[in-house]
T-cell receptor, first 113, second 111 residues
Framework: DTEVTQTPKHLVMGMTNKKSLKCEQHMGHRAMYWYKQKAKKPPELMFVYSYEKLSINESVPSRFSPECPNSSLLNLHLHALQPEDSALYLCASSLGQGLQSQYFGPGTRLLVL | SQQGEEDPQALSIQEGENATMNCSYK?????LQWYRQNSGRGLVHLILIRSNEREKHSGRLRVTLDTSKKSSSLLITASRAADTASYFCAHLNNAGNMLTFGGGTRLMVKP
């Protein structure tokens, strides 16, 4: 299995809602990442987990809360988002943090109303 | 910002022609990678070139790296309509803990 899966594919939420994005990989990768991508822009790193521990938080607002329950799963909990948070959220994984290439999931397209 | 620059931002060519995309970056790097993204989808890793390498080939792809100029290029030969996508370079910093993407080149290959 050389795939990173993400659910849901699309999500519409209001500014008062709480929702979660999920990411899963079964390649034995020990580093997992969340990126945010706006239209016609490159992905921007949000969080990095290495061996299930948060190793990088790129000054992301607290309304985004990552969680890594085990080595195969990565969640992104969303609460009280703003319309400007609407974007494509991409999950990626790599064998370890750094050096190797990253495998990306198809993304969750999020719309905040 | 440590984000790299890519040029051109958009490129339109006919099927069969070659496409060249350039990438520049600002910091010291461990390696440089190229990714492809179809519209609104996830990124697919194409090729990785290490800082001590100058050129690398993979099928119809040829990547060069000039660390003295902090620049890289991606050449796609004999392009096909299916090559239509956005192409991003990404560099890993020397600490090995961050991958930073360039602005991307949107390539359109007309049949």
């Amino acid at each position: 299995d050389t795939e990173v899966t993400q659910t849901p594919k699309h999500l519409v939420m209001g500014m008062t809602n709480k929702k979660s994005l999920k990411c899963e990989q079964h390649m034995g990768h020990r580093a997992m990442y969340w990126y945010k991508q706006k239209a016609k822009k490159p992905p921007e790193l949000m969080f990095v987990y290495s061996y299930e521990k948060l190793s990088i938080n790129e000054s992301v607002p607290s309304r985004f809360s990552p969680e890594c329950p085990n080595s195969s799963l990565l969640n992104l909990h969303l609460h009280a988002l703003q319309p400007e948070d609407s974007a494509l959220y991409l999950c990626a994984s790599s064998l370890g943090q750094g050096l190797q290439s990253q495998y990306f999931g198809p993304g969750t397209r999020l719309l905040v109303l | 910002s440590q984000q790299g620059e890519e040029d051109p931002q958009a490129l339109s060519i006919q099927e069969g022609e070659n496409a060249t995309m350039n990438c520049s970056y600002k910091t010291s790097i461990n390696n440089l990678q190229w990714y492809r993204q179809n519209s609104g989808r996830g990124l697919v890793h194409l090729i990785l070139i290490r800082s001590n390498e100058r050129e690398k080939h993979s099928g119809r792809l040829r990547v060069t790296l000039d660390t003295s100029k902090k620049s890289s290029s991606l050449l796609i030969t004999a392009s096909r309509a299916a090559d239509t996508a956005s192409y991003f370079c990404a560099h890993l910093n020397n600490a090995g803990n961050m991958l930073t993407f360039g602005g991307g080149t949107r390539l359109m290959v007309k049949p």
